[in-house]
């Protein structure tokens, strides 16, 4: 029967690892001008946000923008709305959390933005084998027959002469 591993030996291991892992970190932080104190936390999407991020671009566009930039990370309504604030959306809306949830709602398909079972959004080119990111060929996605003003399969939806007022 095999032994059981030493775990007091793996420990202090992997803590001299650690601490060689922080001083070069505290190398890399001193070289970028940052403070020593800067946690050591990868930068997420949000903390690349400037004032500007977001300027001149539509609501879709900017959530599109920031989905790309959190590393494959959903975010809620109100988290993207927050980022798109602070990142220098133009909005008159009295309630830019409650509009960017509209707006995806209603419109999130044609901008590739999906949401997950979690209430969360997520960009359709991260979920490939999902039924909106997925494409058959001959078949367009939903944006794409939307543009077009057709129906997924390619088909003009009055040319078709098929009855859809049901």
Same mark, same amino acid.
């Given at each position: 029967m095999?032994?059981?591993?030493? +775990?007091?030996? !793996?420990l %202090?291991e992997? *803590?001299k690892e650690? *601490? #060689? !892992?922080e001083?070069?970190m505290?190398f890399v &932080?001193?070289?970028?001008? !940052? =403070?020593s104190?800067?946690?050591?936390?990868?930068a997420?999407?949000?903390?690349?946000i400037k004032?500007?991020s977001? +300027? @001149?671009l539509? $609501?879709? *566009? %900017?959530a599109?923008a +920031?989905?790309?930039?959190? =590393?494959?990370?959903p975010?809620?309504? #109100?988290e $993207? %709305?927050?980022v798109?604030? @602070?990142?220098?959306l133009v909005?008159?809306s009295k309630?830019?959390k409650?509009?960017?949830n509209?707006?995806? $709602? @209603? /419109?999130g398909?044609?901008w590739? $933005?999906?949401r997950?079972?979690s209430g969360a959004?997520g960009l359709?080119?991260? +979920?490939p084998g999902s039924?909106r990111?997925?494409?058959t060929?001959?078949?367009?996605? &939903?944006?794409?027959?939307e543009?077009?003003?057709?129906? %997924?399969a390619? *088909? #003009?939806?009055?040319a078709?002469g098929? /009855?859809h007022? @049901?």
């Amino acid at each position: 029967m095999p032994s059981e591993p030493d +775990y007091a030996a !793996l420990l %202090a291991e992997m *803590e001299k690892e650690k *601490e #060689n !892992l922080e001083a070069a970190m505290a190398f890399v &932080r001193k070289k970028m001008g !940052l =403070n020593s104190s800067t946690p050591d936390v990868p930068a997420t999407g949000s903390d690349r946000i400037k004032s500007d991020s977001f +300027y @001149r671009l539509g $609501i879709g *566009e %900017a959530a599109v923008a +920031y989905l790309r930039m959190t =590393n494959r990370t959903p975010k809620t309504s #109100n988290e $993207i %709305a927050d980022v798109l604030d @602070r990142g220098g959306l133009v909005h008159q809306s009295k309630d830019l959390k409650a509009t960017v949830n509209a707006l995806l $709602i @209603r /419109d999130g398909g044609k901008w590739g $933005i999906t949401r997950l079972p979690s209430g969360a959004w997520g960009l359709d080119e991260w +979920y490939p084998g999902s039924a909106r990111g997925k494409k058959t060929k001959g078949t367009k996605t &939903r944006a794409e027959a939307e543009e077009l003003g057709e129906d %997924a399969a390619g *088909e #003009n939806d009055q040319a078709s002469g098929e /009855d859809h007022t @049901r």
